[in-house]
C-alpha cells in the first residue's frame, strides 16, 4: 500500500474502557449534570492530539502505519485557534520503526477562529495541499470532539443515549461527502483526569458513506467512529477524548485501471500538554 493511500475519517466512536478515578456522588445527590455551565478559557492551553492510522490488508494484517502528531493551542485573542509542531511519521508493517518525521509547515502558526462550520467552508483550506487529507482531519476531529463534548452538554441524562445528528450530509472542501447516519451520545459516569472532576460522555457513529477525490485518487468507503471525552464540571473544557475509526471500502490510485480494496483503522488520543 503506497502511503498516499489517504482517506478521511471525520468523526468516529465503540466503548474504550475508562480509565481515572471514578468520583462517586455524594449520598442523596442526583446524577445530573450542571445545567447552563459555559466553557471557561483558563488561559492559553495547548493539547496535543496523535492519530495512528493503520492500512491492514483483507485479513486484518497491518501493512503500514502512519502517525500524525501535532498541537492544538487555545484560549487566544478572540476565540482564535491555532496548530503548531505537526508532524508525520511512516513505518512499514505492524512493528516497523518510524521513518524520520516529517514536517507540516503549511500548518505552522495557523490560525482561525474556533468554528467548526467555519471549516467546512470552500475556502478555509486554500494554504493546504490537496493531498492534506490527514491534515485537514486534525482540524475537523478537534472540532467534533469539541462539539460533542461541550454543545450537546445540557441536553444529556445518565445512561440515556442522545441523538445528536441524524441522516446529516457534510460536505468536505475540496475532498468530496461524508454521511452522518446516526450520532449517538451518552453521558454514562463521572471521572477524574487532571484533577477536574469530569462528565465521561460516549459517542458512537456506524455505517457511514465516504465518497473522496483527491489529488487523483478515489474513495468509496464506509466510516464507524466512536470515542469517549471527559468534560471538565468546572470549566466545561476538554481534558481528554480518545478517537477510533474504522474505514473500509474500495481505493482508485492515480494510473490504475480498477480501485483495489482499502481497510484503514485509526485511533486518537487529544490530551493536555503539561506546562505548555
Not at 475519517?9 to 456522588?25: F, R, Y
Request: proline share 4%.
Amino acid at each position: 500500500m503506497q502511503s498516499n493511500s489517504v482517506w478521511i475519517g471525520v468523526v468516529g466512536l465503540a466503548l474504550a474502557v475508562c480509565s481515572g478515578a471514578w468520583a462517586q456522588p455524594a449520598a442523596g445527590a442526583s446524577w445530573t449534570l450542571p445545567h447552563d455551565l459555559a466553557v471557561s478559557e483558563v488561559g492559553v492551553r495547548t493539547f496535543r492530539f496523535t492519530v495512528d492510522y493503520q492500512t491492514n490488508n483483507q485479513q486484518g494484517a497491518v501493512v503500514r502505519r502512519q502517525r500524525l502528531s501535532g498541537e492544538y493551542v487555545r484560549g487566544l485573542v478572540g476565540g482564535e485557534v491555532q496548530w503548531k509542531n505537526v508532524r508525520q511519521f511512516d513505518a512499514n508493517g505492524a512493528n516497523g520503526p518510524f521513518e524520520a518525521a516529517k514536517g507540516r509547515d503549511f500548518m505552522e502558526g495557523f490560525r482561525y477562529k474556533n468554528d467548526l462550520g467555519a471549516t467546512m467552508q470552500p475556502e478555509f483550506f486554500k494554504s493546504f495541499p490537496a493531498t492534506a487529507v490527514f491534515e485537514r482531519n486534525l482540524v475537523w476531529d478537534t472540532g467534533m470532539i469539541e462539539l460533542f463534548g461541550q454543545q450537546y452538554f445540557d441536553k444529556l441524562k445518565l445512561n440515556q443515549p442522545h441523538q445528536a445528528m441524524s441522516e446529516q450530509s457534510v460536505q468536505l472542501p475540496g475532498l468530496g461527502s461524508f454521511h452522518n447516519r446516526n450520532v449517538l451520545l451518552e453521558w454514562v459516569g463521572m471521572s477524574l483526569r487532571n484533577g477536574q472532576n469530569c462528565a465521561l460522555i460516549d459517542y458512537r457513529a456506524f455505517g457511514n458513506p465516504l465518497d473522496i477525490s483527491a489529488g487523483g485518487m478515489t474513495l468509496r468507503a464506509r466510516s464507524d467512529y466512536w470515542g469517549q471525552i471527559w468534560v471538565s464540571l468546572k470549566t466545561k473544557q476538554i481534558e481528554y477524548a480518545t478517537l477510533y475509526e474504522n474505514v473500509s471500502g474500495e481505493l482508485k490510485l492515480p494510473g490504475q485501471d480498477s480501485p483495489q480494496p482499502l481497510s484503514v483503522f485509526r485511533i486518537g488520543t487529544f490530551e493536555p500538554v503539561a506546562g505548555l
